[in-house]
Each structure stands twice: as structure tokens, then as C-alpha cells.
């Protein structure tokens, strides 16, 4: 198991490169595999800390295409057990202190 997860770990930033590659068809098929990298990354919750801010960017993709693929994995992503940080919540001047 030490040797799977040192591969993982030395793996993912090249999986999170896919994410910001120039041609739609490479991000098409992260977007289309997230489900099977949430799999093998669900037990390295510190992974999370990359892999979550790339599926919002598939998910805000210029193509619609990479953003479909991306949504086809939402139900899966969302059921992931591993411990996902939690975006800042910016709230606004007009909020006050309610």
C-alpha cells in the first residue's frame, strides 16, 4: 500500500494538468474519468486539496461538452468520503452582522 499511495501522490499533479490542457478532448476525458479518479484518490484525503478546485474548473469549462462530462460525475463526486475542504464563504458589505 506505501508504494500505491507514493504513486498516487507522484501521479497527481499530472492528473490535475489534464485539467488546464489547450485541447477540449483532453479535458473532455478528465471530466469524463473524474469518478474514477475520485475513486482511487478517496483515500488520500490530502489529494482533495487538488482534485476539488479541478472539477469546479471542469465544471466552468468553455466547452460545453467538457462541462457535461463534468456534470455526469456530479452525484459521484458529491458521494466521496474522503474529507473535502471547504471553499471560503465571502460575504458581502451589504451582509452586516445578521
Known amino acids: ?10 501521479i497527481l499533479p499530472l492528473v490535475v494538468a489534464t485539467i488546464d490542457d489547450r485541447s477540449w478532448r483532453v479535458r473532455w476525458t478528465a471530466a469524463a474519468k473524474f469518478a474514477n479518479v ?16 479541478a472539477y469546479e474548473k471542469l ?3 468553455p466547452e460545453a461538452e467538457v462541462r457535461t462530462a463534468a456534470t455526469f460525475n456530479l ?5 466521496c468520503s474522503a474529507r473535502v475542504p471547504m471553499a471560503p464563504v465571502n460575504r ?3 451582509d452586516g452582522d445578521k
Open 1 to 10: 500500500r506505501p508504494s500505491e499511495i507514493a504513486l498516487l501522490q507522484r
Open 38 to 53: 475520485i475513486t482511487a484518490y478517496d483515500g488520500l484525503p490530502d489529494a482533495m486539496h487538488s482534485l476539488v478546485p
Open 92 to 94: 458581502s458589505p451589504q
Open 75 to 79: 452525484a459521484f463526486v458529491a458521494k
Open 59 to 61: 465544471l466552468q469549462d
